[in-house]
């Protein structure tokens, strides 16, 4: 997913991200993940540490195989902001939030709870070894 559709990324961070060749959430991701402190990177890159940390957070979330914006944002919304987190969810109890969040944001296409289910399937994955 390009980093420009990630909700909170400001365009002078979004200009930074670009010019040092992080234009998408997987580039983003490769930097960060090669350093283990992601605090040196946002250092290198002039991002502060915390929005750094967000916008991380944000592309492993855009990572799940059918999660787009618009569901990272639902996410999101309800308070599931890293994979960690929505690896620890009850679906069915994830998906009735993700619904309510989604009619009073009149989002047109709700996920289903098969869909919910595998977005903490996949996230249970990409956190085993974390």
């Not at 605090?39 to 929005?51: F, M, N």
């Not at 991380?56 to 990572?63: C, I, K, Q, T, Y």
């Not at 914006?69 to 902001?81: F, K, W």
């Not at 890293?82 to 047109?108: D, F, M, R, W």
Request: hydrophobic share 40%; proline share 2%.
């Amino acid at each position: 997913m390009k980093l420009s559709r990630l909700q909170g990324l400001d365009s002078a961070t979004a200009t930074t991200l670009k010019t040092a060749g992080l234009d998408d959430s997987g580039k983003l991701l490769d930097a960060a993940y090669v350093l283990e402190d992601q605090s040196e990177l946002a250092s290198l890159l002039g991002i502060d540490q915390t929005t750094f940390s967000e916008l991380v957070n944000r592309a492993e979330l855009s990572s799940i195989q059918g999660m787009g914006q618009i569901y990272s944002d639902l996410l999101v919304s309800v308070g599931i902001t890293t994979l960690v987190a929505l690896s620890n969810c009850e679906p069915y109890k994830l998906h009735a939030t993700i619904k309510q969040s989604a009619k009073a944001q009149n989002v047109g296409r709700i996920p289903n709870r098969a869909t919910v289910e595998d977005w903490i399937e996949q996230a249970n994955e990409l956190t085993k070894d974390k």
